[in-house]
């Protein structure tokens, strides 16, 4: 029973391609997001969304947007794939609202995404 | 722009030791996460820290957060080998953004 998952696990392609990466919770969070690990581990928030409310980080370039079919699911879009997008992405999930809008964030497993 | 700090960025240490990591941040906030992250794998939610003077204990590990100074610690008491990991905390500045520190990998020595 995976509460948040990831597909695929890893990614590798081509640069210029255009590519997804899907991910869906099963806890019932309001509100799902993308991060970027980088080969330093470093890690940066892409996205924030729930049903209500987009934020994106502003370094993020217009390559990247999020689409969120409903409310289990936020997948990342990623257009003219470049090398420097290559990286671990990690969906995560938490629950936004009512008296668990503070809570932890559940993260998924992540996808390897590398670009040739 | 936003910084969150955290030293040692590497710390190696004797299992039966103490040892603290500190994470500096340069904004208000009364919001901080600590996670965990093994190699090659995602990152577990450790603690939840809401409010200044906050303090979480789980087994060998202890979180504190002090808003005034914008300073967390985690606190390691006596060290084991399954402790070995990277450890960030996260500043939850609202609006549901998140800036993590830079991480802390921490190696647990027999």
């Known amino acids: 029973d995976t509460a948040v998952s990831q597909t695929p696990k890893y990614l590798v392609t081509q640069m210029g391609n255009d590519k997804s990466i899907k991910c869906e919770q099963n806890?019932?969070?309001?509100?799902m997001y993308w991060y970027k690990q980088d080969s330093k581990k470093f890690l940066k928030i892409m996205f924030s969304?729930?049903?209500?409310?987009?934020?994106i980080n502003e370094t993020v370039p217009n390559r990247f947007s999020p689409k969120s079919p409903d409310k289990a699911h936020l997948n990342l879009h990623i257009n003219s794939l470049e090398l420097g997008d290559s990286a671990v992405y990690f969906c995560?999930?938490?629950?936004?609202?009512?008296?668990?809008?503070?809570?932890?964030?559940?993260f998924g497993p992540g996808t390897r995404l590398t670009v040739l | 722009e936003l910084k969150v700090e955290q030293n040692p960025l590497f710390l190696s240490m004797q299992e039966g030791k103490n040892y603290t990591i500190y994470c500096n941040y340069s904004?208000?906030?009364?919001?901080l996460y600590w996670y965990r992250q093994d190699p090659g794998k995602s990152l577990e939610s450790l603690f939840v820290?809401?409010?200044?003077?906050a303090v979480k204990q789980e087994g060998r590990l202890m979180a504190s957060l002090d808003t005034k100074a914008r300073l967390s610690t985690l606190h390691i008491t006596a060290a084991v080998h399954d402790l070995s990991a990277t450890y960030f905390c996260?500043?939850?500045?609202?609006?549901?953004?998140?800036?993590f520190g830079t991480g802390t990998s921490l190696t647990v020595i027999p």
């Open positions: 995560a999930s938490r629950r936004g609202t009512g008296q668990g809008r503070w809570g932890k964030q559940f």
């Open positions: 806890l019932g969070h309001d509100t």
């Open positions: 969304y729930n049903n209500k409310e987009l934020i």
């Open positions: 904004t208000t906030s009364d919001r």
């Open positions: 820290l809401l409010s200044n003077g």
């Open positions: 996260a500043v939850d500045i609202g609006g549901n953004q998140f800036y």
